[in-house]
């Protein structure tokens, strides 16, 4: 499974290159200073408030963790819904300010965050794997308040300091399997449930619905990715290998994740830990996990420039633990990233457009 986007070489570098991506065809996000509030302000309708069934996901990135909460989005969350993060785990309110739950750890770097309602459960993902389950019944209150996409009206200067990108509001709970499926690929027009869909690559224009966001505000702005890319600077790492003379950097991460509790909570941990590096070539590279004697997955890259004008890039893998392989192009600044998700065969990747030449 496969999704790409140019980063920010800033913030790659922060992030060592354990970070995520949508497949998405711009280069813009909406940037977060943290503390004062940034954010882009949606007006109320009737639509932003589901009632009965409701979904919301969006891409963030942080660069630290701060004690107290930070803001994701928000509509009020006294009175209506709210994500964010809260000393390292995700908290959401979808029914005013008793409806709080905490559910599942936000490591820092770039993560898919969805938290869903169907009419009896609520359910928190992270990067695709479901990491929280609450009972709860009833309809979702309504409210006149603004979406704040970053903030919230009524929890100020408390943004987190990163970006969020390809937010998205449905009116629908959307399974395990419909949200894994939209990590990795981008929604570009209307879709049975999906009330609003906000790339916010660089505009604030919700692309299937009308509810389009105002100017950006306070410390947020839309920040280009990897401004100034165009050197071969891939250094070689215990957890990075470089392909095709340091163009192209190869990395993974991988978390450990339990079956739910008794209570419905999932348990993850360790959280965000690094493959290893075991020998590579100019094109290709194994990475371990656990035992260094043990390789858990191949990589390799193809220059198929003479072909069809691009880098290809393969891999197999013998696990089934969740991952994250990321493959990043320092010449261009995108990165593409090749999921396996707790519990299924990792599946062999043939990405034959990975990148393009030159």
């Known amino acids: ?35 004062a509030d940034g954010y882009v302000q949606v007006p109320t309708s009737p639509a ?27 509509k009020g969350y006294l009175t209506s819904y709210w994500i964010g993060i809260c000393s390292g785990t995700l908290r959401s309110y979808l029914a005013g300010s008793a409806s709080l739950k905490d559910g599942g750890t936000v490591a820092s770097g770039v993560h898919h965050i969805a938290v869903t309602y169907d009419g009896a459960f609520r359910r928190h993902y992270i990067d695709g794997e479901l990491v929280a389950v609450f009972p709860q019944t009833g309809l979702l209150p309504a409210n006149a308040q603004p979406l704040r996409l970053g903030a919230d009206v009524d929890f100020a200067n408390n943004t987190i300091q990163g970006g969020i990108w390809e937010v998205r509001l ?23 449930g999906l009330v609003a869909l906000w790339h916010l690559a660089d505009n604030s224009l919700d692309a299937v619905g009308g509810h389009h966001g105002g100017s950006p505000q306070g410390t947020s702005l839309f920040f280009p990715f990897c401004p100034g890319c165009g050197g071969n600077d891939c250094l070689v790492t215990p957890t990075n290998a470089c392909f095709f003379s340091h163009r192209f950097g190869v990395s993974g991460e991988f978390t450990l994740y339990t079956a739910p509790a008794a209570d419905g909570h999932v348990t993850a941990g360790p959280s965000g830990s690094i493959g290893r590096v075991l020998g590579s070539s100019d094109s290709s ?15 390799k890259g193809v220059n198929a420039c003479s072909f069809n004008s691009r880098w290809w ?4 893998a013998t696990t089934d633990v969740h991952y994250r392989l990321g493959v990043f192009d320092y010449v261009t600044g995108r990165v593409h990233y090749y999921f396996n998700f707790a519990g299924e065969p990792a599946p062999a990747v043939t990405d034959s457009s990975a990148f393009p030449c030159p």
């Open 1 to 35: 499974m496969r999704f790409v986007r140019n980063l920010s070489c800033s913030l790659v570098a922060a992030l060592g290159l354990a970070v995520a991506a949508q497949a998405q065809p711009f280069d813009i996000y909406l940037s977060l200073a943290g503390a």
């Open 48 to 74: 932003l408030n589901p009632s009965s069934q409701i979904t919301i996901e969006l891409f963030m990135s942080r660069s630290s963790s701060p004690a107290g909460c930070r803001s994701l989005l928000g």
């Open 170 to 192: 449905w009116n629908v709970a959307r399974t395990t399997a419909q949200i894994r499926h939209n990590i990795n690929f981008p929604i570009t027009g209307p879709t049975p």
């Open 285 to 299: 590279t194994n990475l371990w996990f656990f035992d260094s004697a043990n390789w858990e997955i191949l990589v």
């Open 313 to 316: 890039i393969y891999s197999a």
